[in-house]
């Protein structure tokens, strides 16, 4: 008989449960049969190929305590909330077939009178009256012995907070057509509207149960697990810290300008994996000393507030007359890359 594990998540950390993941795909037995289910705090989740000084708005996410996490495998960013149950399933990958999944969370959604529908290679719908809307994404990923597929149910989030965290390029939004794409997007609760979040624990570990006909060993995690099991610890580490979050970033340029009491300001950014390789600073203010000195001080630092607030610092202390502008100067800065 196929063994089964669930593992449910007691942590919202978004690192953490990225990070379990993770330590699942690459350490975990893959002749089971495994369940992850888990939820994230709010967290803008982004690809790994994907900038966040471009695509995020680091300043409001910051004022709102929403996390950034960026997770290992490509494509877009995406909004988590209390109201997103995830799911992750690992398989065998001579067994693995897509539809066991599917079939696995429609038996479940069946239990709240739910009747889903599969599209594409990707998406999960319910119909409407006006067409069907999607309730679920999902991705995949396989390596030689196992396959891998995770994606989020959405039972209450809140299907407008991506917009207020995301700098998009504006022919990328012009593109993609942001409101129908959000049109097509649905929330369970809108066809079962007492679903939460343990329900649909509940009943995804029996449906995992009854279609593998077997007893499912299930393990709580918490950030306390990462004391006992290294390997997710390293996992963890590895993905929450300031390196792989900003740093694992190509190479771009950040262009910000804004007239100040010192004078105009136009502040030219190159970064590399996240470190200021050249700085270029164009202004009328009357201190040129001044403006040499913190373009000098930033080049070969990391691109983040901590710096400025460090070069701020050391300036306001040796220009003190200034100290009033340089504090204004430091606010407008980091409200730009605040991380």
Excluded at 61 to 71: C, G, P, T
């Amino acid at each position: 008989m196929t063994k089964l594990k669930v593992f449910l998540s007691d942590s919202l950390n978004p690192h953490l449960n990225l990070a379990t993941e993770e330590w699942i795909f690459h350490n975990l037995d893959p002749s089971q049969q495994v369940l992850f289910l888990w939820r994230n705090e709010e967290t803008v989740v982004i690809g790994r190929n994907q900038n966040p000084w471009s695509e995020c708005n680091l300043a409001q996410m910051k004022a709102d305590n929403v996390h950034l996490a960026r997770r290992t495998t490509g494509g877009g960013a995406v909004f988590h909330d209390l109201g997103n149950t995830n799911f992750t399933f690992l398989s065998p990958k001579e067994s693995y077939k897509r539809e066991n999944n599917i079939q696995i969370i429609f038996d479940a959604l069946k239990n709240f009178g739910i009747q889903g529908e599969a599209s594409g290679r990707n998406d999960l719908l319910i119909p409407f009256h006006d067409g069907p809307r999607k309730f679920s994404g999902s991705a995949y990923r396989e390596k030689k012995d196992r396959a891998f597929h995770h994606g989020t149910l959405l039972l209450h989030a809140d299907l407008t907070r991506l917009g207020n965290y995301l700098t998009p390029n504006p022919k990328k939004l012009q593109a993609k057509g942001k409101e129908s794409v959000r049109a097509r997007v649905a929330n369970l609760t809108e066809v079962a509207k007492d679903i939460r979040h343990e329900q649909i624990v509940e009943t995804m570990v029996a449906s995992f149960e009854k279609f593998y006909g077997g007893k499912a060993e299930i393990e709580s995690l918490t950030l306390s697990s990462l004391q006992q099991i290294p390997e997710l610890k390293a996992q963890y580490e590895s993905l929450s810290n300031w390196d792989w979050l900003y740093g694992n970033t190509l190479e771009f340029s950040h262009k910000m300008d804004e007239y100040l009491s010192l004078g105009f300001f136009d502040f030219h950014f190159q970064v590399e994996d996240g470190v200021i390789k050249d700085l270029k600073i164009f202004t009328d203010c009357l201190y040129p000393q001044l403006i040499e000195e913190i373009t000098t001080s930033l080049r070969g630092q990391t691109y983040r507030g901590e710096t400025v607030r460090k070069t701020l610092a050391a300036a306001r202390e040796k220009y003190s007359d200034l100290s009033a502008g340089l504090t204004e100067l430091e606010d407008w800065l980091c409200r730009h890359l605040e991380v």
